[in-house]
T-cell receptor
Framework: GESVGLHLPTLSVQEGDNSIINCAYSNSASDYFIWYKQESGKGPQFIIDIRSNMDKRQGQRVTVLLNKTVKHLSLQIAATQPGDSAVYFCAEKASGTYKYIFGTGTRLKVLA | NAGVMQNPRHLVRRRGQEARLRCSPMKGHSHVYWYRQLPEEGLKFMVYLQKENIIDESGMPKERFSAEFPKEGPSILRIQQVVRGDSAAYFC???????????FGDGTRLSIL
């Protein structure tokens, strides 16, 4: 289930189950979104991106959904594996700008 | 194809000293971005540079912090007269053009004694 930790919300899922990580973004002018995965001691790693002219995009085992009406982004991970354990960040960028605004992140814990 | 390289990975400084953080972007990338991350928090934009130019430094404190990306060599983030509050992880990212995803290095963890 989901719980709020000291700073980061944590999502715990059983290995093999699907994970859904949510992100509420702040700027209605944002038109480009990225999901990053950050493992302990490492930099953020690009997972998947989506532009605002789309509402769904699929990668290998991952799907990003965008709902512009409610400014909501989600990352779905199919058949979650132990190697998926990490902190996941969404990042938004408005058209004509270069600044990415990062969300606070969600820690995903995969239970064996 | 090497990724974004940052060094040092860990840097310890005493209050009042200078810290120099280096970032070599991916080959072919001329856009560099610096971010700061506190434990259990997201990344905060600091500065965006292209070769020899600072494009946006709105996220960087006006005093003690500076950044450069010379024609030759890595990008440098410089913090003068460090204070305890400067302790954080500093990440560099690069992209080939502005609207492409940014690729991150593994960061420099700065600790101030």
């Amino acid at each position: 289930g989901e719980s709020v930790g000291l700073h980061l919300p944590t999502l715990s899922v059983q290995e093999g189950d699907n994970s859904i990580i949510n992100c509420a973004y702040s700027n209605s002018a944002s038109d480009y979104f990225i999901w990053y995965k950050q493992e302990s001691g490492k930099g953020p790693q690009f997972i998947i991106d989506i532009r605002s002219n789309m509402d769904k995009r699929q990668g290998q085992r991952v799907t990003v959904l965008l709902n512009k009406t409610v400014k909501h982004l989600s990352l779905q991970i199919a058949a979650t594996q132990p190697g998926d354990s990490a902190v996941y960040f969404c990042a938004e960028k408005a058209s004509g700008t270069y600044k990415y605004i990062f969300g606070t992140g969600t820690r995903l814990k995969v239970l064996a | 194809n090497a990724g974004v390289m940052q060094n040092p990975r860990h840097l310890v400084r005493r209050r009042g000293q200078e810290a120099r953080l280096r970032c070599s972007p991916m080959k072919g990338h001329s856009h560099v971005y610096w971010y700061r991350q506190l434990p259990e928090e997201g990344l905060k934009f600091m500065v965006y540079l292209q070769k020899e130019n600072i494009i946006d430094e709105s996220g960087m404190p006006k005093e003690r912090f500076s950044a450069e990306f010379p024609k030759e060599g890595p990008s440098i983030l410089r913090i003068q007269q460090v204070v305890r509050g400067d302790s954080a992880a500093y990440f560099c990212a690069s992209s080939p053009v502005q609207n492409q995803p940014q690729h991150f290095g593994d960061g420099t963890r700065l600790s101030i004694l």
